[in-house]
């Protein structure tokens, strides 16, 4: 490569690539911080980032003349909306929503589009703008090349998100050593020397910039942010107002300092009914549990949490007071329970609603199985969910429904307790009801739990909220979660919304669109929606199965971008593109049936690593077939825009579906099934044997 315009313009499609990919990952985490870990958020971001993408493709197609220096440019703009777009997000979301509270669907999609899409419509416009400006010095240049140029710099930006900027970094930080490279690499392309030196001087005085200003971008509009920390789990914040302090993780509270009454009921109304609690198993606290289990001199606590931080700012902020035989672990509580065989005497689930896929995987049937088989002789389970003395929402009765019919498939007595919240109480032996009385025969002071207990748990209550229970309910799965469907349709229906709209828009706008498409363009959009839904796939069966994709999220997403330009690569050195188009979608279906049984049969059972490599041959599979479709239709830079814009609306389609629709309702394999029936529709089609368009 001697012409060093040419190299200047590849290095701007590879830095490109590495800060749009770190972008991507920063804005994934902002918006799980800002709307409570949801996980049908990292859809709609991605759906968003795909389609403004796709969008800003075809508008290239438009482009009459391309030169050098308008890309440094671009590329200049492109560096310093990013920390503009972070900032909207942290200030716009209070400001519009007020802060902490959900947001229903279309504010959340209408807001995630509307912050995200001016970055990601301009990264969409760059790729093919960079190879017609590229063209303009080499004519034969290939549309793969510029495909495989920002791939590399694709998985570059994840490898260095996930390994150095995740654990080291906070997000504007991130976003500077991200795009400082960019600047970098246009400042060399600039039009004069002028612009070689203001353009990169400019992204850098707004990079510091947004740096200086983050902490105060994330103060509350009440009461006073006294500490903030980013771990590769999750945001972290302790607020304080008045004599309250408040520790929320990803916008969620989680434990206060004033809440006696959380940490009381929890503590005493399950282990007044062991006679001598020697051993107690804690997952999460509310604040102040320990406090309330000393009462009970148990020889072991097993204090649970994920997050280390989480436990160092309990004990540096005195939410949580230890003594001694508490032991604090560091680890996700599912994956404890399957690698340690201790019995205990109670297990205490304080944990928020389930109403993300990290939380569902606590109240599920294979999780109360494990449960069970660790507790003693006369243990009890205990948890809470949302509910009311008198009265239950329809969807708050086919939770509770679904959550006692679960939990009484592994336990003999499962009592529920009526009240804001509603407790379970399950056990192999019957529960005692009078937990006043327990109370008092085992010397055990409460200001609330013993008190008022008999005014506000009558038997009238428990005989009625017992009676409002749905026998038939469905059985809480894995691979099939019920409340995870019941949270989707509770997203609606607490803000009066239906998702019929925008699904049948949805539909329209996608029927429209693949109308236009020839057959090798509609293998490739199929082949985009299968390679994004099988990512949507992993990063639901990793939460699901190893319960911290926050962490890993952009480890996952590096393999899945590692497996494209490998698969590219490979795919520009063959020939027949008719016959292997048709070769790799029979085994994309085989790949993704084999994915499917693996995550049937063995679950819990099946490694990290398993999923990157999973991810990454998928990947490689689809990738392979991006050189294929190429050399089918021509190598023209109309054919390149076109098909680059086909495959991103393509994995839009696949992020939407599957992270918004498919896994929620249908579970995991109803979504790998639906991957696959649309495979199998444009292979038969490429075929000529089938034509829906």
Same mark, same amino acid.
């Given at each position: 490569?001697?012409?060093?315009?040419?190299?200047?313009?590849?290095?701007?499609?590879?830095?490109?690539?590495?800060?749009?990919?770190?972008?991507?990952?920063?804005?994934? %985490?902002?918006?799980?911080?800002?709307?409570?870990?949801?996980?049908?958020?990292?859809?709609?971001?991605?759906?968003?980032?795909?389609?403004?993408?796709?969008?800003?493709?075809? +508008?290239?197609? !438009?482009?009459?003349?391309?030169?050098?220096?308008?890309?440094?440019?671009?590329?200049?703009?492109?560096?310093?909306?990013?920390?503009?777009?972070?900032?909207?997000?942290?200030?716009?979301?209070?400001?519009?929503?007020?802060?902490?509270?959900?947001?229903?669907?279309?504010?959340?999609?209408?807001?995630?589009?509307?912050?995200?899409?001016?970055?990601?419509?301009?990264?969409?416009?760059? +790729?093919?703008?960079?190879?017609?400006?590229?063209?303009?010095?080499?004519?034969?240049?290939?549309?793969?090349?510029?495909?495989?140029?920002?791939?590399?710099?694709?998985?570059?930006?994840?490898?260095?998100?996930?390994?150095?900027?995740?654990?080291?970094?906070?997000?504007?930080? &991130?976003?500077?050593?991200?795009?400082?490279? +960019?600047?970098?690499?246009?400042?060399?392309?600039?039009?004069?020397?002028?612009?070689?030196?203001?353009?990169? #001087?400019?992204?850098?005085?707004?990079?510091?910039?947004?740096?200086?200003?983050?902490?105060?971008?994330?103060?509350?509009?009440?009461? !006073?942010?006294?500490?903030?920390?980013?771990? /590769?789990?999750?945001?972290? *914040?302790?607020?304080?107002?008045?004599?309250?302090?408040?520790?929320?993780?990803?916008?969620?509270?989680?434990?206060? &300092?004033?809440?006696?009454?959380?940490?009381?009921? +929890?503590?005493?109304?399950?282990?007044?009914?062991?006679?001598?609690?020697? !051993?107690?198993?804690?997952?999460?606290?509310?604040?102040?549990?320990?406090?309330?289990?000393?009462?009970?001199?148990?020889?072991?606590?097993?204090?649970?949490?994920?997050?280390?931080?989480?436990?160092?700012?309990?004990?540096?902020?005195?939410?949580?007071? /230890?003594?001694?035989?508490?032991?604090?672990? =560091?680890?996700?509580?599912?994956?404890?329970?399957?690698?340690?065989?201790?019995?205990?005497?109670?297990?205490?689930?304080?944990?928020?609603?389930?109403?993300?896929?990290?939380?569902? %995987?606590?109240? *599920?049937?294979?999780?109360?199985?494990?449960?069970?088989?660790?507790?003693?002789?006369?243990?009890?389970?205990?948890?809470?969910?949302?509910?009311?003395?008198?009265?239950? *929402?329809?969807?708050? %009765?086919?939770?509770?429904?679904?959550?006692?019919?679960?939990?009484?498939?592994?336990?003999?007595?499962?009592?529920?307790?009526?009240?804001? /919240?509603?407790?379970?109480?399950?056990?192999?032996?019957?529960?005692?009801?009078?937990?006043?009385?327990?109370?008092?025969?085992?010397?055990?002071?409460?200001?609330?739990?013993?008190?008022?207990?008999?005014?506000?748990?009558?038997?009238?209550?428990?005989?009625?909220?017992?009676?409002?229970?749905?026998?038939?309910? /469905?059985?809480?799965?894995?691979?099939?979660?019920?409340?995870?469907?019941?949270?989707?349709?509770?997203? @609606?229906?607490? @803000?009066?919304?239906?998702?019929?709209?925008?699904?049948?828009?949805?539909?329209?706008?996608?029927?429209?669109?693949?109308?236009?498409?020839?057959?090798? =363009?509609?293998?490739?959009? *199929?082949?985009?929606?299968?390679?994004?839904?099988?990512?949507?796939?992993?990063?639901?069966?990793?939460?699901?199965?190893?319960?911290?994709?926050?962490?890993?999220?952009?480890?996952?997403?590096?393999?899945?971008?590692?497996?494209?330009?490998?698969?590219?690569?490979?795919?520009?050195?063959?020939?027949?593109?008719?016959?292997?188009?048709?070769?790799?979608?029979?085994? #994309?279906?085989?790949?993704?049936?084999?994915?499917?049984?693996?995550?049937?049969?063995?679950?819990?059972?099946?490694?990290?690593?398993?999923?990157?490599?999973?991810?990454?041959?998928?990947?490689?599979?689809?990738?392979?077939?991006?050189?294929?479709?190429?050399?089918?239709?021509?190598?023209?830079?109309?054919?390149?825009?076109?098909?680059?814009?086909?495959?991103?609306?393509?994995?839009?389609?696949?992020?939407?579906?599957?992270?918004?629709?498919?896994?929620?309702?249908?579970?995991?394999?109803?979504?790998?099934?639906?991957?696959?029936?649309?495979?199998?529709?444009?292979?038969?089609?490429?075929?000529? !044997?089938?034509?829906?368009?």
């Amino acid at each position: 490569m001697k012409n060093p315009t040419k190299r200047a313009i590849l290095h701007i499609v590879i830095a490109t690539g590495v800060a749009s990919v770190v972008t991507q990952l920063v804005l994934m %985490r902002e918006f799980l911080a800002q709307f409570q870990g949801n996980e049908p958020i990292v859809a709609l971001v991605l759906f968003t980032w795909l389609v403004a993408g796709g969008i800003g493709t075809r +508008l290239a197609r !438009r482009v009459l003349s391309a030169h050098a220096g308008q890309l440094a440019r671009l590329s200049f703009l492109l560096a310093m909306l990013a920390p503009a777009q972070i900032m909207a997000v942290r200030l716009l979301r209070p400001m519009l929503f007020g802060a902490g509270t959900s947001v229903g669907f279309y504010a959340t999609f209408l807001f995630t589009a509307a912050t995200m899409a001016p970055y990601a419509l301009l990264v969409g416009y760059l +790729l093919p703008y960079s190879l017609y400006v590229i063209r303009r010095i080499e004519t034969g240049y290939t549309g793969v090349g510029i495909y495989l140029a920002d791939n590399i710099g694709d998985v570059c930006g994840g490898a260095l998100f996930t390994f150095v900027l995740v654990v080291w970094a906070d997000p504007m930080p &991130s976003l500077l050593v991200a795009h400082l490279p +960019l600047a970098m690499a246009a400042g060399r392309l600039a039009a004069n020397r002028w612009e070689q030196l203001a353009g990169p #001087l400019e992204v850098l005085c707004v990079l510091l910039g947004a740096v200086w200003f983050e902490p105060l971008s994330l103060a509350p509009t009440g009461g !006073r942010l006294v500490h903030y920390e980013e771990t /590769p789990h999750g945001r972290l *914040t302790v607020h304080q107002s008045s004599e309250q302090t408040t520790l929320f993780a990803n916008g969620r509270p989680m434990a206060a &300092s004033h809440d006696p009454m959380t940490a009381e009921r +929890l503590v005493h109304y399950a282990l007044c009914q062991v006679s001598t609690p020697r !051993r107690v198993l804690l997952i999460a606290s509310r604040g102040g549990m320990l406090a309330q289990l000393q009462k009970y001199h148990p020889a072991a606590v097993d204090y649970v949490e994920l997050d280390p931080a989480m436990i160092r700012l309990m004990y540096t902020y005195d939410l949580e007071h /230890p003594f001694e035989g508490v032991h604090a672990v =560091e680890a996700d509580a599912r994956i404890w329970l399957m690698q340690h065989t201790a019995a205990y005497d109670a297990v205490l689930i304080s944990l928020p609603e389930p109403e993300t896929f990290q939380l569902n %995987r606590f109240y *599920t049937d294979p999780f109360f199985a494990l449960v069970a088989q660790r507790l003693t002789h006369g243990g009890i389970l205990c948890f809470s969910v949302e509910g009311a003395a008198n009265y239950l *929402t329809r969807a708050q %009765r086919q939770i509770i429904s679904s959550l006692w019919k679960t939990a009484r498939r592994h336990f003999a007595h499962v009592r529920l307790l009526p009240g804001e /919240p509603i407790f379970f109480l399950c056990r192999q032996e019957p529960v005692d009801l009078d937990i006043p009385g327990r109370l008092a025969r085992a010397g055990v002071d409460t200001l609330y739990a013993g008190p008022y207990f008999s005014g506000e748990v009558t038997r009238e209550r428990i005989d009625r909220l017992e009676a409002a229970l749905d026998r038939n309910a /469905p059985v809480n799965g894995d691979m099939h979660p019920y409340l995870m469907q019941l949270a989707m349709v509770q997203w @609606f229906t607490k @803000f009066g919304n239906s998702p019929g709209w925008f699904m049948s828009l949805a539909a329209a706008a996608l029927l429209f669109f693949l109308a236009r498409l020839g057959r090798a =363009e509609f293998v490739l959009f *199929t082949t985009g929606m299968t390679a994004m839904g099988i990512q949507m796939v992993l990063i639901f069966a990793f939460q699901i199965y190893l319960g911290y994709i926050y962490a890993k999220i952009g480890m996952l997403v590096t393999v899945c971008l590692a497996g494209l330009p490998a698969g590219a690569w490979w795919g520009r050195r063959v020939k027949k593109a008719h016959v292997l188009l048709l070769a790799t979608d029979g085994m #994309l279906i085989i790949l993704i049936i084999g994915l499917t049984a693996a995550l049937h049969l063995v679950g819990d059972g099946l490694p990290g690593i398993f999923y990157y490599v999973s991810g990454f041959m998928l990947s490689a599979a689809c990738g392979f077939q991006i050189p294929l479709a190429l050399s089918f239709m021509g190598d023209a830079p109309e054919a390149a825009a076109r098909i680059f814009s086909v495959d991103l609306v393509g994995a839009a389609a696949g992020a939407l579906l599957c992270g918004a629709l498919l896994i929620p309702y249908l579970g995991i394999s109803g979504a790998t099934l639906v991957l696959a029936g649309g495979k199998l529709v444009g292979m038969l089609r490429l075929a000529g !044997r089938y034509a829906p368009f």
